[in-house]
Structures are given as structure tokens and as C-alpha cells.
T-cell receptor
Framework: EDQVTQSPEALRLQEGESSSLNCSYT??????LFWYRQDPGKGPEFLFT???AGEEKEKERLKATLTKKESFLHITAPKPEDSATYLC????????????FGRGTSLIVHP | AAGVIQSPRHLIKEKRETATLKCYPI?????VYWYQQGPGQDPQFLIS???????DKGSIPDRFSAQQFSDYHSELNMSSLELGDSALYFC??????????????FGPGTRLTVL
């Protein structure tokens, strides 16, 4: 069974204090790993898709990396507007395209 | 860029009533997914359609049904509503390119409240 574990569950940072969110996964063959940002009461906003170990992608203050067991979402010099829940999901190789989501990391950035 | 459109955005129903949620995917996307999200929970997959055919089925109650139409929009029909059906319902769309990861783009959601 595919599993995704995100840590920490909640993270409080001061503005400008860089940190990383972790997504550990167990899947029988990885088709892709996704990162989303979700604000309260809104739909998840797509951030990145990573396909294979060693891959890295960046967008503004965010950088996602992937190994064979985990992914990190690095946040550099965060701002209060980066406060949100960050969701990680994996899609296993094979017939089904149903992603398995983690429970998310709730990030609060204080000014 | 065009995004996924969902309607209505908010819906209030009584127990045992029926509700219909609509989803309009990003243009040229061929796959639609439906999710249910309760407070503080991750999205729970309900059902998906690829090229107007049911693709995968998750934890969708028998009281719910869905379909994808010729213009690729999708509707989720919910009957005999229960209090526990109150949640955010998201639709996501993707362009499935066989074999590689299927990046899903989510809509803004429909908040369903059952009284």
C-alpha cells in the first residue's frame, strides 16, 4: 500500500527564517510526486511535479527536491504570504492514476 | 491562464435532499477527478473520468453518481444527503499522457452544507 508521511505537521517561522518541509513516501514504483499549496477553504494550488530521484525544481522562494524515499520543500526567506498548508502527493506507476496524499504541513510565517 | 471552474461555490441543502455539483475542466484537459475534503483532512478521492469513461473509483458512496459529458465537463450527483456529507468538494483536471505523472489542477471547490 502506498504511504505518504509529511513532517512536521505544523511549522511556525519568523519572516526570513528559511526551513524545509519533509515528505516521506513508500510506493511500488514512482510515477510522480506532487507538491501543492492550499489556503483555508480554497482548492490546492499546484506547485511542482517531480518525476525521478535527483530532480530539483524552483519557483520563487520554493525549491523542491526528490530522492528515492523522500522529497523536501525548501522555503528560503519566507514571507507571511507563504503561510498555508503544503500538501505532498505521490502517484504510483501502474494502471491507476489516483494519487496518495499526505496530511499536509501547516506553515505559519510571522512578520 | 484558464483554470478549473466549479459551480456552485456554496450550497446549502436539507437532509435527504439532492445536490448536483458541476465541474468545467481546463480547456483540452481530458481527465476529471472528484475529491471530498473534510476540515483538517487531506482530499479523499471519490471518482475519476478519462475521455468520458469512468477511470478509477474511490470511496464514493452509492448515493453519489457522476459522469463526464461530451464537452468534458463533469457533474457529481448526490442524493439522500446526510449531515456527514457536509464538506468541501473539489474537482481537478489533467491532461493524461500515458505513462508519465498525471499533474492535477484543482478548482476552487464547492462548499456543501447539509442541515
Amino acid at each position: 500500500e502506498d504511504q505518504v508521511t509529511q513532517s512536521p505537521e505544523a511549522l511556525r517561522l519568523q519572516e526570513g527564517e528559511s526551513s524545509s518541509l519533509n515528505c516521506s513516501y513508500t510506493v511500488s514504483g514512482l510515477r510522480g510526486l506532487f507538491w501543492y499549496r492550499q489556503d483555508p477553504g480554497k482548492g490546492p494550488e499546484f506547485l511542482f511535479t517531480l518525476y525521478s530521484a535527483g530532480e530539483e525544481k524552483e519557483k520563487e522562494r520554493l525549491k523542491a527536491t526528490l530522492t528515492k524515499k523522500e522529497s523536501f520543500l525548501h522555503i528560503t526567506a519566507p514571507k507571511p504570504e507563504d503561510s498555508a498548508t503544503y500538501l505532498c502527493a505521490v502517484q504510483a506507476a501502474g494502471g491507476s492514476y489516483i494519487p496518495t496524499f499526505g496530511r499536509g504541513t501547516s506553515l505559519i510565517v510571522h512578520p | 491562464a484558464a483554470g478549473v471552474i466549479q459551480s456552485p461555490r456554496h450550497l446549502i441543502k436539507e437532509k435527504r435532499e439532492t445536490a448536483t455539483l458541476k465541474c468545467y475542466p481546463i480547456p483540452r484537459h481530458d481527465t476529471v477527478y472528484w475529491y471530498q475534503q473534510g476540515p483538517g483532512q487531506d482530499p479523499q478521492f471519490l471518482i475519476s473520468f478519462y475521455e468520458k469513461m469512468q477511470s478509477d473509483k474511490g470511496s464514493i458512496p452509492d448515493r453519489f453518481s457522476a459522469q463526464q459529458f461530451s464537452d468534458y465537463h463533469s457533474e457529481l450527483n448526490m442524493s439522500s444527503l446526510e449531515l456527514g456529507d457536509s464538506a468541501l468538494y473539489f474537482c481537478a483536471s489533467s491532461l493524461r499522457a500515458g505513462g508519465i505523472a498525471d499533474t492535477q489542477y484543482f478548482g476552487p471547490g464547492t462548499r456543501l452544507t447539509v442541515l
